[in-house]
């Protein structure tokens, strides 16, 4: 059963503290996604990797940073945690393609909900 | 660019009645389209997804929805809703050959005893 995990369920922060969420997954697969969700926005990416030490900016990136040391486990960084970061954020990965069909379904982790005080 | 629109922030059903949960999309390629659902407190689960060939997609718990290009259209179906279907429902799309998904904001189905 394939298993995408985060390190928190419910996280508290202070403004200004640096915050580190982590994401595990057990599927193998290449490509790891950050999205926050918002009422009414559904789901933003913040950024997303392809492979082993490769990031991208998604449509949201500001205030944020992205760490890929092993193919396993993607960590997202705030920096400098601010009060219009509370938000749930959540981690997903998928496989990636070679020749033929393919599917880009995406597998996500059960979310951090993230406050800022 | 790709965008996706879910007409309906809350819909609210009998149980037992139809489900209906509407999707436009626009892609300037053919698309890759998904529904996921997320129930409380948990994360995104894939309902069903369409990526080529037959245009009605079954996908898991009784949904299915048809892909309709003239339309461009994905609108998911349940002919009879359950309690149990009470959650939020995400219509998503992504281009042939791209790591993006975009995603809708998201329609949260109400199920009246």
């Known amino acids: 059963d394939v298993k995408v995990t985060q390190s928190s369920r419910y996280l508290v922060k202070r403004t200004g503290e640096k915050v580190f969420l982590e994401c595990v997954q057990d599927?193998?697969?290449?490509?790891m996604f950050w999205y926050r969700q918002d009422p009414g926005l559904g789901l933003r990416l913040i950024y997303f990797?392809?492979?082993?030490?490769?990031?991208e900016k998604g449509d949201i990136p500001e205030g944020y940073s992205v760490s890929r040391e092993k193919k396993e486990r993607f960590s997202l960084i705030l920096e400098s945690a601010s009060t219009n970061q509370t938000s749930m954020y959540l981690c997903?990965?998928?496989?990636?393609?070679?020749?033929?069909?393919?599917?880009?379904?995406?597998?996500f982790g059960p979310g951090t909900r993230l406050t800022v005080t | 660019a790709q965008s996706v629109t879910q007409l309906g922030s809350h819909v609210s059903v009998s149980e037992g009645a139809l489900v209906l949960l509407r999707c436009n999309y626009s892609s300037s390629v053919p698309p890759y389209l998904f529904w996921y659902v997320q129930y409380p407190n948990q994360g995104l689960q894939l309902l069903l997804k369409y990526t080529t060939g037959a245009t009605l997609v079954k996908g898991i718990n009784g949904f299915e929805a048809e892909f309709k290009k003239s339309e461009t259209s994905f609108h998911l179906t349940k002919p009879s809703a359950h309690m149990s279907d009470a959650a939020e429902y995400f219509c998503a799309v992504s281009e042939t050959g791209g790591f993006k998904t975009i995603f809708g904001a998201g329609t949260r189905l109400f199920v009246k005893a």
């Open positions: 599927m193998d697969h290449e490509n």
């Open positions: 990797s392809y492979d082993v030490k490769m990031k």
């Open positions: 997903a990965s998928s496989t990636q393609l070679t020749s033929g069909r393919s599917s880009y379904e995406q597998y």
